[in-house]
């Protein structure tokens, strides 16, 4: 026998999240196996198998290999976990199950007596049906594109309480959509959305604005990978590892981002940032102008504002795709709906404040027209919203740039949450 194999068993995995988890838990040899269809079989007959971690589409599949099968992951239909015991059979277990109600607990999330839309009818939702209705809601429903249950008549189902989206819409790297739109719920008081790629999804993003308690999956995937370790090892791992690791992936994975005034020092506190964590810097005018081939004034001479205001999309866009970054955005970046999405989705964003009469105007095209003041006032509302906190630049960019680290290093674990 060779050595135990450890890992995530799925066909495309490259927005996984698993391997650093499971590293963290001190599996150093855990990786990410992808497999097509008819490799399946083959792979779960080797005798070195350890413990194995299983994702879409292959949660049913792989149920057929497995020698035994824990009652709770029958009885759901789905299976999540494996492991070759020392009997040298194949065992299946479910512990998103136990991630789920982890994620619902943590977030303050109760479905006793509740009404639980639950969108899709796919593995993951199998799960969240077997979770809520162990956890006491008084109704379930399951809304699919087509059956009894669809998109087309949620006005059957209005009186939903809570919201789970068990679907892969909104998740990386197609995060411009939700499935449903919120405000066709008017009796909702919470939303949970499994998936932990962005960590906001837009769904969530929307929750957070009406005002609705929510969860995103992250808190999910740690805690039924911890779950998974406990199997593999029969060991017992408590909560307070489960926090850490969360912890530390998200201040790891999430980008800090910063908005603000033309001139109100946002390079100079993101340079200062990125020597303070080790992180990558990226100022988004400068990536702009060296995809342009021009300077800033140049674009809006020979393009005009709305090429510019396109080219900033497209790049804020692939920038905030990326993880661990440091982000200094244009004064203007804000302006548009979408660009303010695309920060809080995978970041922590921060309102850089400076006193009116301390900014430069030197060099930057819209801060000559007109005042400074009237621009101020249009868009504070904007930077507002943008952000999840603000931080006055009254001080050396050092001091700033220390007490914006201590805040994104406090509050990132719980981003997702309220």
């Known amino acids: 026998m060779g050595e135990k194999i450890y890992g995530l068993l799925g066909r495309k995995l490259g927005h996984s999240w698993s391997v650093p ?3 963290a838990l001190g599996r150093d ?3 990410l196996i992808e497999l097509e269809p008819e490799e399946l079989g083959p792979f779960l007959a080797q005798d070195n198998i350890g413990g194995l971690n299983v994702t879409i589409p292959y949660k049913r599949d792989v149920m057929p290999y497995c020698d035994v099968i824990d009652p709770a992951a029958r009885d759901i239909g789905s299976v999540n976990t494996l492991v070759r015991r020392e009997d040298g059979r194949l065992y299946g277990y479910n512990t998103d199950i136990h991630g789920f109600l982890y994620m619902a607990r943590r977030a303050k999330i109760d479905f006793a007596g509740k009404k639980v839309m639950v969108l899709g009818s796919g593995g993951a939702s199998l799960t969240v049906q077997a979770a809520t209705r162990s956890a006491g809601a008084r109704e379930v429903v399951v809304i699919s594109r087509t059956g009894q249950n669809n998109y087309g008549n949620l006005e059957r189902h209005d009186d939903a309480e809570i919201l789970v989206n068990a679907t892969p819409m ?3 790297p197609e995060m411009n959509c939700q499935p449903i739109d919120l405000e066709r719920l008017p009796c909702l008081g919470a939303v949970m959305d499994v998936i932990y790629n962005p960590t906001r999804t837009d769904l969530l993003l929307q929750a957070e604005k009406l005002g609705l308690r929510r ?3 992250l808190s999910m995937l740690v805690d039924q990978a911890v779950a998974a370790e406990e199997h593999f090892f029969d060991r017992t791992i408590p909560d307070s590892e489960t926090e850490k690791i969360l912890a530390g992936l998200q201040r790891e ?10 001139g109100c020092g946002k390079t100079t506190i993101g340079m200062e ?3 303070l964590s080790g992180r990558t810097f990226v100022d988004l005018d400068d990536e702009i102008c060296r995809r342009a081939g021009m300077s800033i004034p140049e674009i809006f001479r020979e393009e005009g504002q709305a090429y510019f205001r396109q080219l900033e ?3 804020l866009a692939e920038i905030c795709a990326q993880s661990g970054r440091i982000i ?3 004064g203007g970046a804000v302006l548009r709906k979408d660009n303010r999405a695309a920060m809080r989705r995978a970041g922590r964003v921060y309102f850089v404040r400076r006193a009116l009469d301390q900014l430069a105007v030197i060099g930057r095209p819209l801060s000559v027209k007109g005042t400074m003041r009237e621009m101020y006032q249009f868009r504070l509302p904007l930077y507002t919203a943008a952000s999840d906190s603000a931080v006055d630049n009254s001080v050396t960019p050092e001091t700033a740039a220390m007490k914006i680290w201590a805040d994104f290093c406090e509050n990132t674990s719980r981003m997702d949450e309220l």
């Open 29 to 31: 040899s855990y990786r």
């Open 273 to 275: 940032l990125a020597r």
């Open 215 to 217: 969860a995103g999956g």
């Open 170 to 172: 909104g998740m990386w």
């Open 253 to 262: 994975q999430l980008n800090l981002v910063l908005v603000g005034m033309p």
């Open 21 to 23: 988890i499971h590293k």
């Open 313 to 315: 999309r497209k790049v």
């Open 328 to 330: 200094a955005t244009g």
